[in-house]
């Protein structure tokens, strides 16, 4: 049986939702009873978040590769970063990579495209949102993407960083995320919004808002991931 491997701990709240999403989607595709072999890096949030702040992205890389690297030599034979922000850097990541990682992004991007959505949203840190990984990929599959307005981003970073990292779900900022999915639909002409933080699906858990639906990058990527076990 082959071995996954994670880097988690960015943030650990998301890492305990990844390993019951992936146990589940394992159980759910080979239904003999078994469980897959899983070894979890919980690595440094802070170590990594002050790397991106600084801009520092070589050293995010060396860091990253390194840990990939401790999952290889404990016996890892696949894996991924169980968080959309460190996908800042994953394509010098992969190449440097002993072994095959799963992109969450290119994995929402074929969600979106079985889904046949042409224009989303994006919900993230304010590194996801501002960042190019996303727009990259999903622009190979003609699907557009927008963000919410810089002062909604920064409302969005700052409960992300302070609330949800921590494992605090407010039932007040849980209204307010939908009320800025709800003006990025009117405004925007979104057909559906990405949950590019791993912990979004923490306090947004229905699959669809204002009649659009939620794309939760967490399942996709733990099923992804799956897949690639099972292959």
């Known amino acids: 049986m082959k071995t996954v491997g994670i ?45 991106i702040e600084a801009n520092e992205l070589t050293q995010v890389t060396a860091y990253l590769v390194a840990e990939v690297e401790r999952l290889a030599r404990a016996g890892a034979d696949c894996g991924l970063l169980a968080a959309n922000t460190p996908h800042i850097v994953f ?22 495209k079985t889904l046949k959505l042409k224009r989303l949203g994006l919900f993230g840190t304010r590194f996801t949102m501002q960042g190019r990984f996303y727009p990259d990929v999903f622009s190979r599959e003609g699907i557009t993407l927008a963000v919410p307005t810089d002062d909604e981003q920064a409302y969005i970073h700052e409960k992300y960083m302070n609330e949800l990292v921590k494992g605090v779900v407010a039932p007040q900022t849980r209204t307010a995320l939908l009320a800025i999915a709800e003006r990025l639909r009117v405004r925007e002409g979104i057909e559906g919004l990405i949950l590019g ?35």
């Open 7 to 51: 880097v988690g701990g960015i943030g650990p709240e998301s890492t305990i939702e990844y390993y019951r999403l992936i146990i589940a989607a394992y159980r759910e595709r080979k239904r003999d009873g078994s469980s897959p072999s899983i070894l979890i890096n919980s690595i440094d949030l802070r170590k990594m978040l002050d790397l």
């Open 91 to 112: 394509d010098e990541i992969r190449q440097r990579s002993p072994i095959p990682l799963v992109s969450i992004v290119e994995a929402t991007a074929e969600a979106a």
């Open 197 to 231: 933080g791993t912990e979004l699906s923490l306090i947004l858990r229905e699959a669809t808002a204002g009649g659009i639906p939620l794309l939760d990058t967490t399942r996709i990527h733990a099923e992804a991931l799956v897949g690639q076990l099972l292959s």
